[in-house]
C-alpha cells in the first residue's frame, strides 16, 4: 500500500520533528536529541540535553524545533524553559519564563524567526527570536492552551484552548479576527484553502472543517477509531491524520471524505512532516518511518498518458499516495463513460466483465459505492434499457422519473436529445400554421403528454405555441431581454433546451466580465455587466458585481490619489478587498514603516515612532498594529527604569495608571514586573482594565511618569 524508504529508530517518544534541506532532526522526551544527514540517514549527532529532569509525557507538546535549526525545550521541574541552537551541537540561546504556570505547548511560525509559548494558566506569548523578548500576548484564556498552528504564509495563527474555543489571530493587524467553537479539545489543526478555512481534529474523535470568515462549521466529515494527535495537508485536496491507534488516515479535505485507512505495524503516533515527497510518521517508541509518497510517480504518469488505467490502479495498489495526485483527475474523466459502459454489461448479465472495466477504479470510495449502487439497482436499469430497445420512449421517461438515478446515465441523455430534436420539429410545423401540420405536431406531442416531467412543457406547446414562437424570435434577434421577460411570465419555458443554451451564453459573458475585473479593466467590465442585466436570471448576481466593481473603482481612485483614510476606511468597511493588488502594494509601505518603527520600539524611543507612523495614526485599519510597537515602546521604557535601580524617582501608581490606559494591566506588564521581582505600588485595580484603551486615546512620547 505505500513504501517505507527507512525505519529510523530513536529513544523516547518523538515530541518534536523537523526536516531541512540537508538534516532531520528529531527530539524526545527523554531530552534526548538527536540528528540525521537527510540524504545518507545517517546520525551526525546523538546527545542528551540533560540528566537531571523527568521524562516528559509521551504526547507533550511544548518542544518545537523551528526552520532555522532553534530548539524550544521546556522542563516538568521548573517554569523556565530554553531556547537552543543547533550549530555543530546545541548551545543555550535564552531563557524564558513567560507563564505563570507550565508551559503546554509551543510552535515556531515557518519563518523560524517568531516562537508561540501557550501555558496551562491560559496565557499565549509571542517570542520574537530577533528581539529575544516577548513581543505580543493573547487575552488569558480560561483554560490550558491545547494547540497552536501557523499558517504557511505565517499571517494568520489558530489558537485553541481547553475549553474548547479557537482564535483566530492576524499576524498582519495584530488582532484577532475570528472565534471558532469547537466540539471538543482541539488536538491539532492546519490552514487550508488561502487560509479561508481551518481543519482541526479534536478529542472526540472528529475531523472538522471551520469556515473562518462565517465562523461556523462548514462540514463535518467523520469520526476516527481512535484519538487523533497529529495532521498534516499533503496538497490542496488532501490531508493525513494520524491517531493513537496504528491507522493513518488519507482525507479529500475538499469533499470531507476519507479515501482510505492505513493499518500501521506500530502503534502511538505522535507528528507527521512532509517534505521533498516523503511522509515522516514519528511514534511515541520512538520510531520514525519514512514514506516515499511518490514512490513509482513516473510509471503512473506515463500509464495515465496512455490511458492505461488497469496498471495505473495497479501502481496504486502499491503505493495508495498516488491516489492524491492530481494527476488522478484522469480517472474521474474516463469514469462516466466506463460505468456507462459497466452498467450495459450489467444489463446484459456479464457482470464478472463489468466488473473487470470498474475495478480499477475502486480506489475511490465513492466510485465503488456508484457501481454497488447499481448492482443494486439492477432490475430498474434492465427495464429502462427493454424500453430504450423497444424505442417506447415515453415509458422510459416515467420510468426516470421515478427512479431519478436513471437520469445520469448514458441512455437518458440520448432518449433526451431525440425527444428535443422531435419538440423542435413540432414547434417548427407549429410555427408554419398549418392545420394539417399543427394536427400532426400534436399527434406526436400526445404520446409524451402523461410522462411527469414532460407534461408540462408538452401542454403548453400544444396549447400556446405562439409563446414559444415568440419566444425563438427573441432569440434569434438577440433580444434577451424581452425573452427573459417573456420566460419570467411563462415559466415553463425553462424546461426548454434553447433557454438551457440563453443561461450558456449568460455564463460565458460573466467569466468574460470576471477576467475583465481581474484585469482592473473596470469600463470595459461595467459595459459587459450592463449587457448581462438584459438576462433576469443573472440580475442579483450582476448587481452584486455592479456595487462591487464601484467599490474596486472607488479603492483604486483613493490609492491613486494616496488617500490613506478613505483607502483603510473602504478595506475595513469590506475585508473581501484586502486581497486587491494595488491595495497590498500600497500597505506594503505601511508595513515597511512599521518595521523601521519596530528598531525604536525595542530602544523604547516613542518620539520617533511618532514622527514615523504619524500619517497611519489616526487610521482604524492599522490602530492594533501600531498600538503592538507603542506597547513595545512604553514596556522597554518601563524596563530601563526597573534595570537602572532609579525606581526612587518614578510614581509607579501613576506610570501604571498610564501605561494601563492604553493597554489595560496585561500579560506582558505582569511578566516584566514579574522578571524583576516588583513590589512597588501596584494592584491591578488601578486600571480600567481596557486592552483596547488606545483606540480612544493619543499616544504619548513616554509613560513614565516622574515623582516632582
Given at each position: 500500500m505505500f513504501e517505507v524508504v527507512k525505519s529510523l529508530q530513536v529513544s523516547g517518544s518523538v515530541l518534536a520533528l523537523k526536516i531541512s534541506p540537508e538534516k532531520i532532526f528529531t527530539l524526545t522526551n527523554q531530552y534526548l536529541y538527536i540528528v540525521y544527514d537527510k540524504k545518507s540517514l545517517t546520525v551526525l549527532d546523538n546527545k542528551k540535553i540533560s540528566?537531571?529532569?523527568?521524562?516528559?509525557?509521551?504526547?507533550?507538546?511544548?518542544?518545537?524545533?523551528?526552520?532555522?535549526?532553534?530548539?524550544?525545550?521546556?522542563?516538568?521541574?521548573?517554569?523556565?524553559?530554553?531556547?537552543?541552537?543547533?550549530?555543530?551541537?546545541?548551545?543555550?540561546?535564552?531563557?524564558?519564563?513567560?507563564?505563570?504556570?507550565?508551559?503546554?505547548?509551543?510552535?515556531?511560525?515557518?519563518?523560524?524567526?517568531?516562537?508561540?509559548?501557550?501555558?496551562?494558566?491560559?496565557?499565549?506569548?509571542?517570542?520574537?527570536?530577533?528581539?529575544?523578548?516577548?513581543?505580543?500576548?493573547?487575552?488569558?484564556?480560561?483554560?490550558?492552551?491545547?494547540?497552536?498552528?501557523?499558517?504557511?504564509d505565517d499571517k494568520l495563527v489558530a489558537v485553541s484552548s481547553f475549553n474548547k474555543k479557537t482564535i483566530i489571530y492576524s499576524c498582519d493587524k495584530a488582532s484577532e479576527i475570528a472565534v471558532l467553537q469547537c466540539s471538543e479539545v482541539v488536538e491539532a489543526s492546519i490552514f487550508i484553502d488561502n487560509n479561508s478555512k481551518l481543519l482541526t481534529v479534536t478529542r472526540d474523535k472528529k475531523y472538522t472543517i471551520h469556515s473562518i470568515r462565517m465562523?461556523?462549521?462548514?462540514?463535518?466529515?467523520?469520526?476516527?477509531?481512535?484519538?487523533?494527535?497529529?495532521?498534516?495537508?499533503?496538497?490542496?485536496?488532501?490531508?493525513?491524520?494520524?491517531?493513537?491507534?496504528?491507522?493513518?488516515?488519507?482525507?479529500n479535505h475538499q469533499k470531507g471524505t476519507i479515501l482510505t485507512t492505513i493499518g500501521l505495524d506500530n502503534k502511538g503516533i505522535v507528528s507527521l512532516k512532509i517534505e521533498s515527497g516523503r511522509l515522516y510518521v514519528a511514534f511515541v517508541d520512538g520510531e520514525i518511518k519514512i514514506i516515499d509518497i511518490n514512490s513509482n510517480l513516473d510509471k503512473f504518469t506515463l500509464n495515465l498518458k496512455l490511458k492505461n488505467f488497469v496498471e495505473a490502479s495497479k501502481l496504486i495498489e502499491k503505493n495508495i499516495f498516488l491516489a492524491t495526485n492530481e494527476l488522478t483527475a484522469e480517472f474521474d474523466k474516463e469514469w462516466i463513460d466506463v460505468l456507462s459502459n459497466a452498467k450495459k454489461l450489467l444489463v446484459a448479465e456479464k457482470r464478472t466483465e463489468a466488473e473487470d472495466i470498474v475495478k480499477p477504479f475502486f480506489f475511490d470510495i465513492e466510485k465503488k459505492d456508484e457501481f454497488i449502487f447499481c448492482l443494486g439497482n439492477l432490475n430498474h436499469f434492465k427495464d429502462f434499457s427493454i424500453l430504450i430497445e423497444e424505442k417506447n420512449y415515453p415509458e422510459a421517461f416515467k420510468l426516470a422519473d421515478k427512479y431519478e438515478f436513471l437520469k445520469k446515465t448514458k441512455d437518458f441523455e440520448a432518449i433526451e436529445k431525440y425527444f428535443l430534436k422531435i419538440f423542435q420539429h413540432c414547434k417548427q410545423l407549429f410555427t408554419k400554421n398549418d392545420p394539417q401540420g399543427i394536427e400532426s405536431a400534436k399527434k406526436i406531442l400526445a404520446t409524451y403528454s402523461q410522462v411527469p416531467s414532460k407534461r408540462i412543457l408538452v401542454n403548453n406547446l400544444m396549447i400556446r405555441y405562439k409563446i414559444f414562437i415568440l419566444a425563438e424570435k427573441f432569440i434569434k434577434e438577440r433580444n434577451f431581454k424581452e425573452y427573459c421577460l417573456l420566460v419570467q411570465n411563462n415559466p415553463f419555458l425553462k424546461d426548454e433546451e434553447i433557454y438551457n443554451r440563453v443561461i450558456t451564453i449568460g455564463n460565458n459573458t460573466l467569466n468574460h466580465l470576471n477576467i475583465y475585473e481581474q484585469e482592473q479593466n473596470y469600463p470595459k467590465a461595467l459595459e459587459v455587466a450592463h449587457y448581462l442585466q438584459d438576462f433576469l436570471s443573472f440580475k442579483n448576481i450582476i448587481d452584486k458585481k455592479i456595487e462591487s466593481i464601484a467599490k474596486y473603482e472607488k479603492l483604486l481612485h483613493k490609492i491613486e490619489d494616496k488617500n490613506l483614510h478613505d483607502t483603510y476606511k473602504i478595506i475595513k468597511e469590506d475585508s473581501q478587498l484586502e486581497i486587491f493588488p494595488p491595495f497590498l502594494t500600497l500597505h506594503e509601505e505601511f508595513l515597511e514603516l512599521k518595521e523601521e518603527a519596530h528598531q525604536f520600539a525595542n530602544a523604547g524611543d516613542a518620539t520617533s515612532m511618532l514622527s514615523c507612523l504619524n500619517p497611519y495614526l489616526n487610521i482604524d485599519y492599522t490602530s492594533d498594529a501600531i498600538a503592538q510597537e507603542f506597547k513595545l515602546a512604553y514596556l522597554a521604557q518601563i524596563k530601563s527604569y526597573l534595570a537602572n535601580s532609579i525606581q526612587i524617582v518614578i510614581n509607579w501608581k501613576e506610570t501604571f495608571v498610564l501605561y494601563s490606559s492604553f493597554f489595560g494591566i496585561d500579560n506582558e506588564l505582569l511578566s516584566l514586573l514579574d522578571s524583576y521581582k516588583f513590589d512597588g505600588d501596584f494592584t491591578e485595580e488601578q486600571s480600567s482594565q481596557n486592552p483596547k484603551g488606545y483606540k480612544n486615546k493619543t499616544f504619548v512620547e513616554s509613560v513614565i511618569v516622574l515623582n516632582i
Open positions: 540528566n537531571k529532569f523527568e521524562n516528559k509525557y509521551a504526547y507533550d507538546k511544548s518542544f518545537a524545533i523551528s526552520s532555522k535549526s532553534d530548539f524550544f525545550i521546556t522542563t516538568t521541574e521548573s517554569l523556565k524553559s530554553h531556547l537552543m541552537k543547533y550549530g555543530e551541537s546545541l548551545s543555550n540561546v535564552a531563557t524564558i519564563e513567560l507563564n505563570k504556570k507550565a508551559v503546554y505547548c509551543s510552535s515556531f511560525n515557518h519563518a523560524g524567526d517568531i516562537l508561540a509559548i501557550g501555558g496551562e494558566d491560559g496565557k499565549l506569548f509571542f517570542y520574537s527570536l530577533k528581539d529575544k523578548k516577548t513581543i505580543k500576548s493573547l487575552p488569558t484564556q480560561s483554560d490550558f492552551i491545547s494547540n497552536i498552528t501557523f499558517s504557511k465562523g461556523i462549521e462548514a462540514k463535518y466529515s467523520f469520526e476516527f477509531r481512535e484519538w487523533p494527535t497529529a495532521l498534516i495537508d499533503i496538497n490542496e485536496k488532501y490531508s493525513v491524520v494520524g491517531d493513537r491507534g496504528n491507522s493513518l488516515y488519507i482525507i
